[in-house]
């Protein structure tokens, strides 16, 4: 008998927390998209440190932080670089800041900046 009351009690919670709780769900969802596409338009700087420089693919392998505007966590990648030139300014162990979007379906370097060594 006390278990079944404290089930009841338990259901009425539940049916009171949880329409506000999906409301503050879809608030955070809408802020978080009118985020990603401000982020977008203003391509943010990410940090990275450059892992591999492969200057006949045109590939930098880059080990990046959270990459907002492609809505990509941190993890180690090859990127395609936009410009030949900016492969021979970096070399393997520089730590940059970059800014990357998707060209033709290939995540791709658009800019890039040696930072100093600490
Ligand atoms: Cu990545």
Same mark, same amino acid.
């Given at each position: 008998?006390? &278990?079944? &009351?404290?089930?009841?009690?338990?259901?009425?919670?539940?049916?009171?927390?949880?329409?506000?709780?999906?409301?503050?769900?879809? %608030?955070?969802?809408?802020?978080?998209?009118?985020?990603?596409?401000?982020?977008?338009?203003?391509? *943010? $700087?990410?940090?990275? @440190?450059? %892992? $591999?420089?492969?200057?006949?693919?045109?590939?930098? !392998?880059? %080990?990046? =932080?959270?990459?907002? +505007?492609?809505?990509?966590?941190?993890?180690?990648?090859? /990127? %395609?670089?936009?410009?030949?030139?900016?492969? +021979?300014?970096? $070399?393997? =162990?520089?730590?940059?800041? /970059? !800014?990357? $979007?998707? +060209?033709?379906?290939?995540?791709?370097?658009?800019?890039? @900046?040696?930072? *100093? *060594?600490?």
């Amino acid at each position: 008998m006390k &278990y079944a &009351y404290t089930a009841i009690a338990l259901l009425a919670t539940l049916t009171t927390v949880l329409p506000v709780a999906g409301q503050d769900m879809n %608030r955070d969802m809408r802020a978080m998209h009118v985020a990603g596409a401000a982020a977008q338009d203003a391509m *943010p $700087k990410v940090s990275g @440190e450059i %892992r $591999k420089v492969d200057v006949d693919a045109g590939k930098i !392998t880059i %080990r990046h =932080g959270e990459i907002p +505007n492609l809505d990509m966590p941190a993890m180690t990648m090859v /990127f %395609r670089a936009a410009s030949p030139d900016m492969l +021979n300014q970096v $070399k393997t =162990g520089d730590q940059v800041l /970059f !800014t990357a $979007k998707k +060209n033709n379906g290939a995540l791709t370097v658009t800019t890039i @900046e040696v930072l *100093p *060594p600490k």
